[in-house]
């Protein structure tokens, strides 16, 4: 089992080494989009995200495109890239106060 799931977590690693090297673009205004959200969740809350958090979410999201087969950003990629970032918070802060690392 150990070894099947090393395989797998190289096969992982291959597919990002490769897909950092497709072309992939983002248009003006998917780039507005992304900057209106962004602005939108700073208004919300300015601790919650940064600019580390947006980046991570423009790396999830170029890499679901790319595995999706597509070389541009697309609206609802983005937002899935937001949920699935979402979803890894919720994750993280439930992993938080279950090993009692709290604050």
Do not use: C
């Amino acid at each position: 089992m150990h070894l099947q799931a090393s395989s797998q977590l190289n096969k992982f690693r291959v597919y990002l080494s490769v897909a950092r090297l497709l072309d992939y673009s983002i248009s003006d205004e998917v780039t507005k989009a992304v900057e209106d959200d962004f602005v939108d969740m700073r208004k919300d809350d300015p601790q919650s995200i940064s600019a580390e958090d947006l980046h991570r979410m423009l790396v999830v999201a170029r890499l679901l495109s790319l595995s999706l087969g597509q070389t541009s950003l697309a609206r609802d990629s983005w937002q899935r890239a937001k949920h699935i970032e979402m979803l890894r918070r919720s994750r993280m802060e439930q992993h938080k106060y279950v090993n009692g690392n709290e604050p």
